[in-house]
T-cell receptor, first 113, second 111 residues
Framework: DGGITQSPKYLFRKEGQNVTLSCEQNLNHDAMYWYRQDPGQGLRLIYYSQIVNDFQKGDIAEGYSVSREKKESFPLTVTSAQKNPTAFYLC????????????FGPGTRLTVL | RKEVEQDPGPFNVPEGATVAFNCTYSNSASQSFFWYRQDCRKEPKLLMSVYSSGNEDGRFTAQLNRASQYISLLIRDSKLSDSATYLCVVAPLGGYSTLTFGKGTMLLVSP
C-alpha cells in the first residue's frame, strides 16, 4: 500500500525536552511538508522540502528543525525553544508536476505536560 | 483581510438536503484550488480539485469565480457520512507551491 506514515500517533513530553516526529512516504513524491493544527485553527506550514538535502522555512518555523537526508523521510524535531508545542502535527507530500495536490499522513498529536 | 475565509458553521442539515459552502481568497495570484475534507481528529483528505470550468464528482460540485475570488462546494443528497469539516485551500501556480488553508466549515448531517 502506498501512503504516508507518521509515528507515533500520540506523544507526550515534558517541558524542556526535544522530541522528533517521524514522517515516511513511499509514494515517490519529491516534496514533503510539515503543518501544525491547533483547535479551531487552519493548518499552518512549519517547514517544507522540495528535494533531498534542501528545505525551507514556512510561516511558523521558530522552535522547529527538520532534515531531508532521504527522499522518503522528513522528520520534524520540536525543540524546547518552541513555546506552545502542544498541537496536532501533520506531514504531507506532493508529486512532481502535480496540480499541487498534497496528501497527508494520519498525524501525530503532541502534548507537553 | 484573511487569506482564505470560510464560514465556520456548523451547518446543520437533514439527510437528503442540498448544502453549499463558499470560500473567499485574497491573493489574486492564486491558481490552484481545492476542497479537503477533515473528520474529527483525523488528517485532511483531498475531496476535489477545483478547475476553472467547475467540476463535478458524484454528489459534489465545485465552482470557481476568479473575478469575485471565491470558490464554492455544493453537496447534493447529503448523507450522514458527509458530516465533517470542509477545508478550502488555495495555492499559487505550479511547482511545489505551498498551500494556504481556510479554517474550515463544519457540516453536521442529521437523520
Amino acid at each position: 500500500d502506498g501512503g504516508i506514515t507518521q509515528s507515533p500517533k500520540y506523544l507526550f513530553r515534558k517541558e524542556g525536552q526535544n522530541v522528533t516526529l517521524s514522517c515516511e512516504q513511499n509514494l515517490n513524491h519529491d516534496a514533503m511538508y510539515w503543518y501544525r493544527q491547533d483547535p479551531g485553527q487552519g493548518l499552518r506550514l512549519i517547514y517544507y522540502s522540495q528535494i533531498v538535502n534542501d528545505f525551507q522555512k514556512g510561516d511558523i518555523a521558530e522552535g522547529y528543525s527538520v532534515s531531508r537526508e532521504k527522499k522518503e523521510s522528513f522528520p520534524l524535531t520540536v525543540t524546547s525553544a518552541q513555546k506552545n508545542p502542544t498541537a496536532f502535527y501533520l506531514c504531507a507530500s506532493s508529486a512532481t508536476g502535480s496540480y499541487n495536490e498534497q496528501f497527508f499522513g494520519p498525524g501525530t498529536r503532541l502534548t507537553v505536560l | 483581510r484573511k487569506e482564505v475565509e470560510q464560514d465556520p458553521g456548523p451547518f446543520n442539515v437533514p439527510e437528503g438536503a442540498t448544502v453549499a459552502f463558499n470560500c473567499t481568497y485574497s491573493n489574486s495570484a492564486s491558481q490552484s484550488f481545492f476542497w479537503y475534507r477533515q473528520d474529527c481528529r483525523k488528517e485532511p483528505k483531498l475531496l476535489m480539485s477545483v478547475y476553472s470550468s467547475g467540476n463535478e464528482d458524484g454528489r459534489f460540485t465545485a465552482q470557481l469565480n476568479r473575478a469575485s475570488q471565491y470558490i464554492s462546494l455544493l453537496i447534493r443528497d447529503s448523507k450522514l457520512s458527509d458530516s465533517a469539516t470542509y477545508l478550502c485551500v488555495v495555492a499559487p501556480l505550479g511547482g511545489y507551491s505551498t498551500l494556504t488553508f481556510g479554517k474550515g466549515t463544519m457540516l453536521l448531517v442529521s437523520p
